[in-house]
């Protein structure tokens, strides 16, 4: 009815016009504003000199309404002059969105614009009232039935206008019951195993599973179909799918009605097409379906198989479909893989782009698919993996491109993001031990050579330390890595929840590492250190007897051999993988102590399958002995455990053995004091005067030990509140472990050798995030187990460390 309206208008406006016939000397414009004049003579079918008749009044006006820049288009003559009188379609200035939390803006104008509706664009009301209507549906379809849309225009100079779009975007609609109807093989709860909808519970708010949505719902239907189908019902199908709403919008009912069939098993797999892989590589994964039932998701397991074994071998468009032909006498299926391997290709170039800082040859010698030989999906996925370990990059893409003008190579293009590698200034922090400051100079790709350079100052409340280090990860062309460091330490370990003592502490050291494999590496350290300690006026008995034994002043060469084998995801919160280091230290014999150590620590890590969970498990072992002239292992090496890196929920590093106060000759039971009489000499007579000792009532600090336990087991899951948690990681966890001695004396107070009774527990929760301030974590634990010299602390917070 529209449409004839329109045209009897435009058949009356066209008579309202008629005239003779003429010759056109002049064409006329009139009431152009925005829209130029030239295109309004490219879109009219005459031009001066032409013949003018009444056709050509209908040809003019079709031609000009068919740009959809006016509303109205007048046609008149002055002589022999043609007169075009139009008014032109008001354009849009300004979009305003209100109201909508739901869908982005960015979505929602990406929407209008596809629809011919932005800024700058002309204005059209009819499409604008249908993209009205495509909006509420939106919002329907993510079960939110009562959203509206109000549309509001305001007139702006030059025939312009502002749009205001105003979203009511209501409340989501919550699933109230989810029924399948035809089912008698399996039961309800064991189908919806996996949807994403489901029927509201009280801790439905953390998942959202009780809400409404189109797109979850297409997804769940989908999970059914590949439930019986990996269970060999090929026939399965789904009879309908009916989604009800309440009267008042507030609950949904979805109804599915399926047709399950019968089960069907595999009784032959062949392989037909040009397979240019010895049939003994693969036939043992074929032949292994047969007499199996038949499962879908096994078909594309093996059609991915061979899609990669040809692609190692170089065809790198290999095609590979699974069928299956049905034998209805026997209810069973026999599966054709038809495989298309293409032409074996090449690799003409290898190319990066997006490395603006680092330089090419640092990208290019992590290569592990060469120019030249034949493209391996292997190859170029390890040589992505490999870019992305660098830590250089946000984010590293490969793609394959045909080399246009041949059917047998291909360009290899790697693109990379880069993030700041670098940092120059200042740095705060918090941690259980108070206020950290430093001044720090650090580049992990220095000049884009992928060396490292670090020079730092930093003061906390217990240690003030300077270092610089250098690092070459390709100091000869095979991976052979070379780095240097010099390093000065003072550490006030009283402030450190540990026995109370100075150190002073100098030295330097080499480090070369050698490659194994892609995934392993050996390493060999040499550092000498010296070590000055300042026992204080009123050391414990442990450190005394030490000192006594062995001096003040110790001058090592320490030698360190280092097995890691590392098949982590990624280096910040993996999710897969697992990452192995053994250490071996030992000091070489002729320096002022000999004493080994020795480390293994381990990671592992494994999404679990369902609600995007992962295990997680974070594990050390650690062990120091002395040997040769040197009796007792040095104290300030021995183990600490407890804290936020350690064991959350006990304060840091106050587990295990404590000290054992020194003998105090002129005790004062009235003020609980001791001058500082002491035997500074350890010839076991007090320096002044002689008295029965007492012993000193100093606070019990551990003094750590030569053997530690300890691991963590956590089960991460992603906050549901938190919509990108690329840079965020929470888990519950429960850790364990405790440090021993294998040396206990008589005298030592808390002091066991390793006992499974003696390990400490503790559950709870942590969450860290990586901020612009640095790492930020915190955990809220509960211990148990705990001694009675043991110092608890359930909720901890530190700034600057990632657990």
Do not use: H
Not at 358 to 384: C, P
Request: glycine share 10%; hydrophobic share 35%.
């Amino acid at each position: 009815m529209k449409n004839f309206v329109i045209t009897l208008l435009a058949l009356f406006s066209i008579s309202s016009v008629a005239f003779e016939e003429f010759l056109i000397t002049d064409i006329r414009i009139v009431g152009l504003q925005r829209v130029s004049i030239g295109s309004i003579f490219t879109a009219i079918p005459v031009s001066v000199g032409d013949k003018m008749d009444q056709g050509k009044v209908s040809e003019i006006t079709r031609a000009l309404f068919s740009t959809a820049q006016f509303n109205d288009i007048q046609i008149a003559k002055d002589g022999s002059a043609l007169i075009i009188s139009v008014l032109e379609r008001p354009s849009i200035s300004k979009i305003e969105l209100e109201g909508n939390k739901a869908l982005k803006s960015e979505d929602l104008l990406k929407g209008l614009e596809g629809a011919g509706i932005a800024e700058g664009q002309v204005y059209k009301r009819s499409t604008l009232n249908g993209m009205k209507s495509e909006l509420v549906r939106q919002y329907a379809s993510q079960g939110r039935y009562g959203a509206g849309v109000e549309i509001e225009t305001t007139d702006m100079p030059r025939n312009t206008l502002d749009l205001k779009i105003i979203i009511d975007e209501g409340k989501s609609a919550k699933i109230k019951k989810v029924n399948i109807i035809g089912n008698t093989l399996f039961s309800d709860e064991e189908l919806m195993t996996g949807f994403e909808l489901k029927e509201g519970k009280w801790y439905s708010f953390l998942s959202n599973k009780n809400k409404y949505s189109k797109e979850k719902l297409e997804g769940d239907i989908e999970n059914l179909e590949s439930f019986y189908l990996n269970r060999g019902y090929l026939k399965f199908s789904i009879e309908s799918s009916q989604v009800s709403v309440s009267k008042d919008k507030k609950d949904v009912y979805i109804t599915l009605s399926v047709s399950e069939g019968i089960q069907y098993k595999v009784s032959d797999v062949n392989v037909i097409g040009e397979m240019p892989i010895d049939e003994k590589i693969y036939s043992p994964i074929v032949n292994s379906q047969k007499g199996l039932i038949y499962s879908q998701a096994q078909i594309t397991q093996i059609e991915e198989y061979f899609v990669n074994l040809l692609g190692n071998e170089g065809y790198t468009f290999a095609e590979v479909t699974g069928n299956p032909e049905i034998n209805e006498e026997d209810n069973s299926v026999s599966l054709l893989f038809l495989v298309q391997p293409g032409n074996r290709t090449y690799a003409r170039k290898i190319l990066f782009s997006g490395n603006y800082l680092t330089n090419d040859e640092v990208l290019r010698r992590e290569m592990r698919q060469f120019e030249g030989a034949w493209a391996s999906d292997n190859l170029i996925e390890g040589s992505k993996v490999r870019l992305e370990r660098l830590g250089f990059f946000k984010e590293v893409n490969v793609e394959t491109i045909p080399v246009p003008g041949t059917e047998d190579q291909v360009d290899i293009e790697f693109t990379v993001e880069e993030e700041s590698t670098s940092s120059v200034g200042g740095s705060i922090g918090y941690s259980d031990f108070g206020m950290n400051l430093g001044l720090n100079l650090s580049d992990n790709n220095y000049l884009g050579t992928g060396n490292r350079f670090i020079f730092g100052i930093n003061k906390s409340i217990y240690q003030e330390s300077y270092n610089i280090s250098f690092f070459d990860p390709y100091f000869t062309m095979d991976g052979v890595s070379r780095g240097y460091s010099i390093y000065f330490r003072e550490t006030d370990y009283g402030e450190y929840n540990v026995a109370n003592y100075l150190t002073n502490s100098q030295g330097l050291g080499v480090q070369f590492g050698y490659p194994i494999s892609d995934t392993q590496r050996i390493g060999l350290n040499l550092n000498f250190d010296n070590t000055d300690i300042d026992p204080g006026s009123l050391p414990s008995r442990e450190i005394a007897d030490f000192l006594e034994s062995e001096g003040t002043v110790f001058d090592v060469l320490k030698a360190q051999a280092v097995w890691s084998r590392i098949t982590l995801n990624r280096g910040m919160f993996p999710t897969y993988g697992a990452s192995t280091d053994v250490m071996l230290q030992a000091t070489i014999p002729g320096s002022d102590l000999t004493y080994y150590k020795a480390n293994i620590r381990q990671k592992f890590y494994r999404p679990i399958g369902f609600a995007n969970l992962v295990f997680g498990f974070d594990g050390e072992l650690g062990y120091i002995g002395a040997y040769g002239d040197t009796k007792k292992t040095p104290f300030f090496e021995n183990f600490y455990s407890g804290g936020p890196k350690s064991i959350r929920g006990f304060e840091s590093n106050t587990l295990g053995p404590r000290v054992t106060p020194s003998p105090c000759y002129n005790f004062d039971p009235a003020t609980e004091e001791c001058p500082l009489i002491i035997d500074t000499d350890f010839d076991g007579t007090p320096d002044s005067i002689a008295q029965n000792p007492y012993l000193y009532q100093q606070r019990r600090n551990p003094i750590g030990g030569n053997f530690l336990i300890e691991g963590s087991l956590q089960l991460i899951f992603k906050l549901p509140i938190i919509e990108d948690q690329r840079s965020m990681r929470s888990a519950f966890f429960l850790d364990f472990g405790n440090v021993f001695s294998t040396d206990c004396q008589d005298y030592q107070i808390n002091c066991y050798e390793a006992s499974i009774d003696e390990l400490r527990y503790s559950v709870g929760v942590g969450v860290t995030w990586i901020t612009g301030f640095g790492p930020m974590s915190f955990s809220f634990s509960q211990p148990f187990n705990d001694g009675i010299y043991d110092k608890t602390e359930e909720f901890q917070f530190t700034i600057g460390t990632v657990f």
